[in-house]
C-alpha cells in the first residue's frame, strides 16, 4: 500500500492546483488530507468522487471553513470512524481513523499551539488524549499508523533554524517531548527509518515570508508506525517539488 498524507491548506484551493492530476499521476492507494476547510456538500465532485476511490470527510462542527480532514482509498475499510469520545477535540474535525482489519490507518490534523501560545496546553490533551486510545487499540493487536500534521518538528534537524525557534509553539520542549515518548513506547518515525541524518528534509514553509524559496523550512507531517508494523515498512519519502500548499505531501509504502 501506498500511502500518501498532505495538508492541502484547503481542498477547494489546492483542486485549482493541479490536485486532480498529481492523485492521477501518483497514483496512491490510501491519501490522508488535513485542513481541508470545507463541510463535505462543499467538497468538489472531483475529489468527493474521485474515480477508484472510497471517500471519507470529518468537517469542523464548530467553526466553518476550519481544520478537516478527509482519506481517500482504493480499499474499502472495514469501518470508518471520527470521533474519539472527548466533545472539544471531536468538534475541531481533526481526526479520521480507518480500520482495514490487519491494521488501523489515522489521519489527524493536530492542533496548532496558536498566537503566543495560548493553545499549546489544549494540544498536548490533543496528544495525550489521542495515542491513549491509540495504546488501548494495540493491546488488541493491531498495528497503527499516525499521519498528517504533527505541528510540531521533533529535533533540530527537522527545522532550519531551531535556536531562533526554541520558544516558538511547533518546537517547544514540551511539544518535542510527545515525540520522544512515542519513541519510548516503541513507535517509529518512519521517514528517520530511511534517512537518519539526512538536513533539509522539510515538509512546511511559510508562505508569508516565501521561504520554500530557500527552503527555509520544517519537517512536521509524519508517518508514525507502531513497532510490529517496521517488518511491513519498505521505504518512506518527502515530495517537495509537489506544489499547491504550503505542506508538501509524504508517503510510505506499506506491505500489508
Same mark, same amino acid.
Given at each position: 500500500?501506498?500511502?500518501?498524507?498532505? /495538508?492541502?491548506?484547503?481542498?477547494?484551493?489546492?483542486?485549482? !492546483?493541479?490536485?486532480?492530476?498529481?492523485?492521477?499521476?501518483?497514483?496512491? #492507494?490510501?491519501?490522508?488530507?488535513?485542513?481541508?476547510?470545507?463541510?463535505?456538500?462543499?467538497?468538489?465532485? #472531483?475529489?468527493?468522487?474521485?474515480?477508484?476511490?472510497?471517500?471519507?470527510?470529518?468537517?469542523?462542527?464548530?467553526? !466553518?471553513?476550519?481544520?478537516?480532514?478527509?482519506?481517500?482509498?482504493?480499499? !474499502?475499510? &472495514?469501518?470508518?470512524?471520527?470521533?474519539?469520545?472527548?466533545?472539544?477535540?471531536?468538534?475541531?474535525?481533526?481526526?479520521?481513523?480507518?480500520?482495514?482489519?490487519?491494521?488501523?490507518?489515522?489521519?489527524?490534523?493536530?492542533?496548532?499551539?496558536? @498566537?503566543?501560545?495560548?493553545?499549546?496546553?489544549? !494540544?498536548?490533551?490533543?496528544?495525550?488524549?489521542?495515542?491513549?486510545?491509540?495504546? &488501548?487499540?494495540?493491546?488488541?493487536?493491531?498495528?497503527?499508523?499516525?499521519?498528517?500534521?504533527? /505541528?510540531?518538528?521533533?529535533? +533540530?534537524?527537522?527545522?532550519?533554524?531551531?535556536? &531562533? /525557534?526554541?520558544? @516558538?509553539?511547533?518546537?517547544?520542549?514540551?511539544?518535542?517531548?510527545?515525540?520522544? +515518548?512515542?519513541?519510548?513506547?516503541?513507535?517509529?518515525? @518512519?521517514?528517520?527509518?530511511?534517512?537518519?541524518?539526512? +538536513?533539509?528534509?522539510?515538509?512546511?514553509?511559510?508562505?508569508? @515570508?516565501?521561504?520554500?524559496?530557500? /527552503?527555509?523550512?520544517?519537517?512536521?507531517?509524519?508517518?508514525?508506525?507502531?513497532?510490529?508494523?517496521?517488518?511491513?515498512?519498505?521505504?518512506?519519502?518527502?515530495?517537495? #517539488?509537489?506544489?499547491?500548499?504550503?505542506?508538501?505531501?509524504?508517503?510510505?509504502?506499506?506491505?500489508?
Amino acid at each position: 500500500m501506498k500511502i500518501i498524507s498532505w /495538508n492541502v491548506n484547503g481542498i477547494r484551493a489546492v483542486l485549482k !492546483k493541479d490536485f486532480v492530476e498529481w492523485l492521477r499521476a501518483t497514483k496512491p #492507494d490510501v491519501v490522508c488530507l488535513q485542513e481541508t476547510k470545507a463541510d463535505e456538500a462543499q467538497i468538489p465532485a #472531483d475529489v468527493l468522487e474521485a474515480e477508484g476511490y472510497h471517500t471519507f470527510w470529518h468537517s469542523c462542527s464548530i467553526k !466553518k471553513g476550519y481544520s478537516g480532514v478527509g482519506v481517500l482509498t482504493r480499499i !474499502k475499510p &472495514e469501518s470508518v470512524n471520527t470521533k474519539i469520545g472527548i466533545d472539544e477535540f471531536d468538534g475541531e474535525g481533526r481526526i479520521i481513523e480507518v480500520d482495514y482489519g490487519s491494521f488501523i490507518l489515522y489521519g489527524v490534523y493536530f492542533p496548532n499551539g496558536s @498566537t503566543e501560545n495560548r493553545r499549546v496546553p489544549f !494540544k498536548m490533551a490533543f496528544y495525550d488524549a489521542l495515542f491513549a486510545r491509540c495504546e &488501548e487499540q494495540r493491546k488488541t493487536g493491531k498495528g497503527i499508523v499516525v499521519c498528517g500534521d504533527y /505541528n510540531t518538528a521533533h529535533r +533540530e534537524i527537522d527545522l532550519a533554524r531551531p535556536k &531562533e /525557534n526554541s520558544g @516558538t509553539t511547533g518546537f517547544l520542549p514540551e511539544e518535542r517531548v510527545k515525540l520522544d +515518548e512515542l519513541e519510548q513506547r516503541g513507535w517509529i518515525d @518512519t521517514f528517520r527509518e530511511f534517512h537518519p541524518d539526512e +538536513e533539509g528534509a522539510y515538509t512546511y514553509w511559510d508562505y508569508f @515570508t516565501r521561504a520554500r524559496d530557500r /527552503n527555509v523550512g520544517w519537517r512536521i507531517d509524519y508517518h508514525w508506525i507502531t513497532s510490529d508494523l517496521r517488518p511491513a515498512l519498505k521505504n518512506a519519502w518527502i515530495e517537495p #517539488d509537489v506544489m499547491g500548499s504550503d505542506h508538501c505531501p509524504v508517503g510510505i509504502m506499506l506491505n500489508v
